[in-house]
DNA sequence: CAGGATCCCGCTAGATACTG
DNA sequence: CAGTATCTAGCGGGATCCTG
Protein backbone atom coordinates (compact mmCIF):
# COMPACT_ATOMS: atom_id res chain seq x y z
CA UNK A 1 0.00 0.00 0.00
CA UNK A 2 0.93 3.39 -0.96
CA UNK A 3 2.74 5.95 1.62
CA UNK A 4 0.06 8.27 0.10
CA UNK A 5 -3.52 8.28 -0.73
CA UNK A 6 -5.01 9.46 -4.14
CA UNK A 7 -5.97 12.84 -2.76
CA UNK A 8 -3.05 13.38 -1.66
CA UNK A 9 -0.68 13.00 -4.79
CA UNK A 10 -3.55 15.29 -6.84
CA UNK A 11 -2.34 17.81 -4.27
CA UNK A 12 1.00 16.72 -5.24
CA UNK A 13 1.21 17.25 -8.30
CA UNK A 14 -0.54 20.75 -8.22
CA UNK A 15 2.07 22.14 -5.82
CA UNK A 16 4.71 20.85 -8.14
CA UNK A 17 2.81 22.27 -11.04
CA UNK A 18 2.19 25.65 -9.44
CA UNK A 19 5.94 25.91 -8.52
CA UNK A 20 6.65 25.15 -12.15
CA UNK A 21 4.77 28.15 -13.34
CA UNK A 22 5.79 30.30 -11.29
CA UNK A 23 9.41 29.81 -12.86
CA UNK A 24 7.68 30.15 -16.08
CA UNK A 25 8.95 33.33 -17.88
CA UNK A 26 5.67 33.52 -20.03
CA UNK A 27 3.62 33.39 -16.92
CA UNK A 28 5.55 35.89 -15.34
CA UNK A 29 5.21 38.36 -18.30
CA UNK A 30 2.06 37.97 -18.58
CA UNK A 31 1.31 38.29 -15.04
CA UNK A 32 2.86 41.77 -15.41
CA UNK A 33 1.45 43.27 -18.36
CA UNK A 34 -2.44 41.65 -17.55
CA UNK A 35 -2.68 44.23 -14.72
CA UNK A 36 -5.04 47.23 -15.04
CA UNK A 37 -2.71 49.84 -14.89
CA UNK A 38 0.40 48.41 -16.02
CA UNK A 39 -0.48 48.38 -19.45
CA UNK A 40 -1.90 51.92 -19.40
CA UNK A 41 1.51 53.06 -18.03
CA UNK A 42 3.62 51.88 -20.35
CA UNK A 43 1.02 53.21 -23.32
CA UNK A 44 1.12 56.86 -21.71
CA UNK A 45 5.05 56.69 -21.15
CA UNK A 46 5.51 55.22 -24.54
CA UNK A 47 3.18 56.62 -26.61
CA UNK A 48 2.17 60.15 -25.06
CA UNK A 49 -0.28 58.80 -23.18
CA UNK A 50 -3.19 57.11 -24.88
CA UNK A 51 -6.45 55.89 -23.67
CA UNK A 52 -8.07 59.10 -23.13
CA UNK A 53 -11.41 58.66 -24.67
CA UNK A 54 -10.89 60.12 -28.08
CA UNK A 55 -6.92 60.27 -28.45
CA UNK A 56 -5.36 57.63 -30.07
CA UNK A 57 -1.56 56.59 -28.83
CA UNK A 58 0.70 58.05 -32.10
CA UNK A 59 2.69 60.52 -29.95
CA UNK A 60 6.57 59.88 -29.10
CA UNK A 61 7.69 58.06 -26.21
CA UNK A 62 8.59 61.03 -23.10
CA UNK A 63 8.97 61.48 -19.47
CA UNK A 64 5.56 61.94 -17.54
CA UNK A 65 5.44 63.82 -14.11
CA UNK A 66 3.38 61.66 -11.49
CA UNK A 67 0.59 64.69 -11.41
CA UNK A 68 0.48 64.22 -15.36
CA UNK A 69 0.18 60.16 -14.92
CA UNK A 70 -2.67 60.68 -12.66
CA UNK A 71 -4.41 62.85 -14.85
CA UNK A 72 -4.12 61.25 -17.79
CA UNK A 73 -5.28 57.53 -16.29
CA UNK A 74 -8.37 59.06 -14.59
CA UNK A 75 -9.64 55.94 -13.33
CA UNK A 76 -6.57 55.37 -10.98
CA UNK A 77 -6.52 55.57 -7.38
CA UNK A 78 -3.21 57.22 -5.75
CA UNK A 79 -2.40 54.01 -4.06
CA UNK A 80 -2.33 51.67 -6.90
CA UNK A 81 -0.66 54.70 -9.53
CA UNK A 82 2.51 54.02 -6.76
CA UNK A 83 2.25 50.83 -6.53
CA UNK A 84 2.93 49.91 -9.31
CA UNK A 85 5.23 52.76 -10.86
CA UNK A 86 7.18 50.99 -8.12
CA UNK A 87 6.71 47.85 -8.90
CA UNK A 88 7.47 48.93 -12.78
CA UNK A 89 10.70 50.53 -11.39
CA UNK A 90 12.20 47.65 -9.69
CA UNK A 91 11.42 45.32 -12.92
CA UNK A 92 13.78 48.21 -14.00
CA UNK A 93 10.47 48.98 -17.07
CA UNK A 94 10.50 52.68 -16.22
CA UNK A 95 13.34 55.33 -14.40
CA UNK A 96 12.22 57.17 -11.16
CA UNK A 97 13.82 60.57 -11.26
CA UNK A 98 13.75 62.68 -8.53
CA UNK A 99 14.36 66.91 -8.96
CA UNK A 100 15.06 68.96 -5.52
CA UNK A 101 12.83 72.31 -6.47
CA UNK A 102 10.41 73.12 -4.54
CA UNK A 103 7.93 71.49 -3.86
CA UNK A 104 9.72 68.32 -5.11
CA UNK A 105 9.35 66.76 -9.03
CA UNK A 106 8.96 63.45 -10.16
CA UNK A 107 9.23 61.99 -13.39
CA UNK A 108 9.04 58.75 -15.35
CA UNK A 109 10.20 57.39 -18.09
CA UNK A 110 10.56 54.30 -20.14
CA UNK A 111 13.76 52.18 -20.20
CA UNK A 112 15.22 50.56 -23.14
CA UNK A 113 13.76 47.61 -21.64
CA UNK A 114 10.28 49.50 -20.87
CA UNK A 115 9.99 50.57 -24.59
CA UNK A 116 10.90 47.22 -26.33
CA UNK A 117 8.42 46.04 -23.79
CA UNK A 118 5.75 48.83 -24.97
CA UNK A 119 6.58 47.70 -28.79
CA UNK A 120 5.29 43.76 -27.60
CA UNK A 121 1.66 45.67 -26.31
CA UNK A 122 1.59 47.85 -29.51
CA UNK A 123 1.37 44.09 -31.35
CA UNK A 124 -1.30 43.12 -28.95
CA UNK A 125 -2.92 45.91 -29.48
CA UNK A 126 -3.09 45.55 -32.71
CA UNK A 127 -4.43 42.02 -32.48
CA UNK A 128 -6.93 43.49 -30.61
CA UNK A 129 -8.09 45.90 -33.03
CA UNK A 130 -8.38 43.27 -35.74
CA UNK A 131 -9.84 40.76 -33.97
CA UNK A 132 -11.65 41.53 -30.75
CA UNK A 133 -15.01 42.48 -33.04
CA UNK A 134 -15.09 38.83 -34.03
CA UNK A 135 -15.20 37.92 -30.57
CA UNK A 136 -17.50 40.43 -29.56
CA UNK A 137 -19.74 38.63 -32.52
CA UNK A 138 -19.11 35.34 -31.51
CA UNK A 139 -20.11 36.17 -27.79
CA UNK A 140 -22.97 37.28 -28.81
CA UNK A 141 -24.41 34.49 -30.94
CA UNK A 142 -22.93 32.10 -28.32
CA UNK A 143 -25.39 34.17 -26.11
CA UNK A 144 -28.63 33.85 -28.40
CA UNK A 145 -28.25 30.26 -28.95
CA UNK A 146 -28.16 29.63 -25.20
CA UNK A 147 -30.96 32.06 -24.06
CA UNK B 1 -21.14 77.51 -7.83
CA UNK B 2 -20.99 74.30 -9.18
CA UNK B 3 -23.80 71.61 -8.99
CA UNK B 4 -21.16 68.89 -8.55
CA UNK B 5 -18.53 68.61 -5.50
CA UNK B 6 -14.91 68.28 -6.54
CA UNK B 7 -15.53 64.93 -5.00
CA UNK B 8 -18.26 64.06 -7.76
CA UNK B 9 -16.66 65.42 -10.41
CA UNK B 10 -13.42 63.06 -9.48
CA UNK B 11 -15.91 60.27 -9.38
CA UNK B 12 -17.60 60.85 -12.55
CA UNK B 13 -14.16 60.85 -14.51
CA UNK B 14 -13.31 57.80 -12.92
CA UNK B 15 -16.93 56.43 -14.11
CA UNK B 16 -16.56 57.58 -17.63
CA UNK B 17 -13.52 55.96 -17.68
CA UNK B 18 -14.05 53.10 -16.49
CA UNK B 19 -16.61 52.84 -18.95
CA UNK B 20 -14.26 53.63 -21.94
CA UNK B 21 -11.48 51.10 -20.41
CA UNK B 22 -14.87 48.52 -20.75
CA UNK B 23 -15.00 49.15 -24.49
CA UNK B 24 -11.27 49.33 -24.91
CA UNK B 25 -10.00 45.92 -27.88
CA UNK B 26 -6.57 45.75 -26.31
CA UNK B 27 -7.88 46.04 -22.55
CA UNK B 28 -10.30 43.48 -23.15
CA UNK B 29 -7.75 41.20 -24.78
CA UNK B 30 -5.52 41.50 -22.16
CA UNK B 31 -8.12 40.57 -19.90
CA UNK B 32 -8.72 37.09 -21.80
CA UNK B 33 -5.35 35.60 -22.31
CA UNK B 34 -3.81 36.73 -18.51
CA UNK B 35 -6.05 34.46 -17.13
CA UNK B 36 -4.18 31.62 -15.81
CA UNK B 37 -5.93 28.90 -17.49
CA UNK B 38 -6.41 30.73 -20.41
CA UNK B 39 -3.03 30.90 -21.94
CA UNK B 40 -2.39 27.38 -20.82
CA UNK B 41 -5.04 25.91 -22.97
CA UNK B 42 -4.48 27.72 -25.96
CA UNK B 43 -0.85 26.48 -24.98
CA UNK B 44 -2.02 23.10 -24.96
CA UNK B 45 -4.03 22.56 -28.07
CA UNK B 46 -2.25 24.74 -29.96
CA UNK B 47 1.16 23.07 -29.22
CA UNK B 48 0.14 19.48 -28.33
CA UNK B 49 0.50 20.66 -25.06
CA UNK B 50 2.94 22.45 -23.13
CA UNK B 51 3.96 23.62 -19.93
CA UNK B 52 4.41 20.09 -18.50
CA UNK B 53 7.89 20.50 -16.73
CA UNK B 54 10.35 19.74 -18.97
CA UNK B 55 8.51 19.38 -22.10
CA UNK B 56 8.65 22.79 -24.38
CA UNK B 57 6.59 23.53 -26.85
CA UNK B 58 7.04 22.29 -30.51
CA UNK B 59 4.34 19.94 -31.56
CA UNK B 60 1.25 20.68 -33.65
CA UNK B 61 -2.39 21.87 -33.08
CA UNK B 62 -4.58 18.99 -32.00
CA UNK B 63 -7.78 17.98 -30.48
CA UNK B 64 -7.84 17.36 -27.31
CA UNK B 65 -10.12 15.91 -24.64
CA UNK B 66 -11.33 17.15 -21.21
CA UNK B 67 -9.29 14.36 -19.52
CA UNK B 68 -6.57 15.03 -21.43
CA UNK B 69 -6.40 18.77 -20.41
CA UNK B 70 -7.12 17.68 -16.90
CA UNK B 71 -4.25 15.49 -16.77
CA UNK B 72 -1.62 18.46 -18.37
CA UNK B 73 -2.67 21.00 -16.80
CA UNK B 74 -2.43 19.39 -13.74
CA UNK B 75 -2.87 22.41 -11.27
CA UNK B 76 -6.13 23.10 -12.41
CA UNK B 77 -9.87 22.35 -11.01
CA UNK B 78 -12.73 21.18 -12.47
CA UNK B 79 -14.58 23.85 -11.97
CA UNK B 80 -11.94 26.34 -13.65
CA UNK B 81 -10.97 23.88 -16.29
CA UNK B 82 -14.78 23.79 -17.15
CA UNK B 83 -15.28 27.42 -16.76
CA UNK B 84 -12.41 28.68 -18.58
CA UNK B 85 -12.94 26.05 -21.60
CA UNK B 86 -17.06 27.38 -21.59
CA UNK B 87 -15.44 31.28 -22.20
CA UNK B 88 -13.05 29.72 -24.98
CA UNK B 89 -15.53 28.38 -26.61
CA UNK B 90 -17.81 31.59 -26.26
CA UNK B 91 -15.30 33.63 -27.63
CA UNK B 92 -14.78 31.52 -31.12
CA UNK B 93 -11.57 30.69 -29.96
CA UNK B 94 -12.09 26.95 -29.77
CA UNK B 95 -15.04 24.46 -30.33
CA UNK B 96 -16.31 21.85 -27.99
CA UNK B 97 -17.24 18.19 -29.65
CA UNK B 98 -19.47 15.79 -28.39
CA UNK B 99 -19.11 12.40 -29.47
CA UNK B 100 -22.32 10.07 -28.80
CA UNK B 101 -20.09 7.22 -27.31
CA UNK B 102 -20.65 5.55 -24.13
CA UNK B 103 -19.44 7.25 -22.05
CA UNK B 104 -20.04 10.46 -24.04
CA UNK B 105 -16.62 11.59 -25.93
CA UNK B 106 -15.89 15.18 -25.53
CA UNK B 107 -13.01 16.83 -27.78
CA UNK B 108 -11.56 20.46 -27.74
CA UNK B 109 -9.56 21.89 -30.61
CA UNK B 110 -8.42 25.37 -31.90
CA UNK B 111 -10.47 27.37 -34.27
CA UNK B 112 -8.83 29.92 -36.86
CA UNK B 113 -8.90 32.44 -34.88
CA UNK B 114 -7.64 30.65 -31.52
CA UNK B 115 -4.86 29.68 -33.96
CA UNK B 116 -4.43 33.31 -34.66
CA UNK B 117 -4.25 34.16 -31.33
CA UNK B 118 -2.13 31.19 -30.07
CA UNK B 119 0.53 32.15 -32.79
CA UNK B 120 0.19 36.12 -30.51
CA UNK B 121 1.07 34.11 -27.29
CA UNK B 122 3.91 32.41 -29.06
CA UNK B 123 5.19 36.12 -29.65
CA UNK B 124 4.82 37.05 -26.17
CA UNK B 125 6.21 33.79 -25.12
CA UNK B 126 9.41 34.52 -26.90
CA UNK B 127 9.52 38.28 -25.76
CA UNK B 128 9.50 36.35 -22.40
CA UNK B 129 12.40 34.18 -22.49
CA UNK B 130 14.77 37.17 -24.37
CA UNK B 131 14.04 39.13 -21.17
CA UNK B 132 12.89 38.19 -18.25
CA UNK B 133 16.31 37.31 -17.02
CA UNK B 134 16.89 40.54 -17.09
CA UNK B 135 13.50 41.68 -15.27
CA UNK B 136 14.55 39.32 -12.54
CA UNK B 137 18.37 40.77 -12.38
CA UNK B 138 16.49 44.05 -11.74
CA UNK B 139 14.29 43.18 -9.55
CA UNK B 140 17.40 41.61 -7.14
CA UNK B 141 19.35 44.61 -8.02
CA UNK B 142 16.38 46.72 -6.67
CA UNK B 143 15.95 44.69 -3.81
CA UNK B 144 19.41 44.72 -2.48
CA UNK B 145 19.29 48.59 -3.20
CA UNK B 146 16.62 48.85 -0.54
CA UNK B 147 16.85 46.50 2.39
C1' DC C 1 -16.51 10.64 -18.55
C1' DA C 2 -17.51 15.29 -18.29
C1' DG C 3 -19.28 18.19 -15.94
C1' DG C 4 -23.03 21.10 -12.37
C1' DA C 5 -24.01 23.24 -7.79
C1' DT C 6 -22.49 25.16 -3.32
C1' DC C 7 -19.98 26.91 0.22
C1' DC C 8 -16.28 29.52 1.74
C1' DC C 9 -11.95 31.93 2.33
C1' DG C 10 -7.92 34.96 1.09
C1' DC C 11 -6.42 38.60 -1.27
C1' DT C 12 -6.54 42.89 -3.20
C1' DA C 13 -8.45 47.11 -4.99
C1' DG C 14 -10.54 51.13 -3.45
C1' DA C 15 -11.93 54.75 -0.03
C1' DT C 16 -10.35 57.77 3.29
C1' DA C 17 -7.27 60.39 6.01
C1' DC C 18 -2.72 62.09 6.89
C1' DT C 19 2.45 64.03 5.71
C1' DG C 20 7.44 65.67 4.34
C1' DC D 1 3.45 67.84 -5.16
C1' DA D 2 4.00 63.18 -4.43
C1' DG D 3 3.24 60.25 -1.87
C1' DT D 4 2.14 56.85 2.98
C1' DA D 5 -0.99 54.34 6.22
C1' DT D 6 -4.99 51.86 7.50
C1' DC D 7 -9.41 49.65 7.08
C1' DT D 8 -12.83 47.13 4.73
C1' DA D 9 -15.84 44.87 1.43
C1' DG D 10 -16.31 42.13 -2.78
C1' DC D 11 -15.20 38.46 -5.54
C1' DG D 12 -12.37 35.15 -7.87
C1' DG D 13 -10.89 30.71 -7.17
C1' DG D 14 -10.38 26.26 -4.65
C1' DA D 15 -12.54 22.39 -2.16
C1' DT D 16 -16.16 19.35 -1.96
C1' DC D 17 -20.09 16.77 -3.15
C1' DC D 18 -23.37 15.35 -6.68
C1' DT D 19 -25.23 13.68 -11.63
C1' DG D 20 -26.75 12.46 -16.75
Given at each position: ?7 QKR ?15 SRQ ?45 AGV ?71
Amino acid sequence: MPTLTAAQKRAQARADYDAFLENCPSRQLLDRISDKWVALILAALGSGGPHQPGADCVGEPRAMRYSELSRRLAGVSQKMLTQTLRSLERDGLITRTVTATVPVTVTYELTDLGLSLHHLMRGIKEWAEAHMDEVRANRERYDRRVD
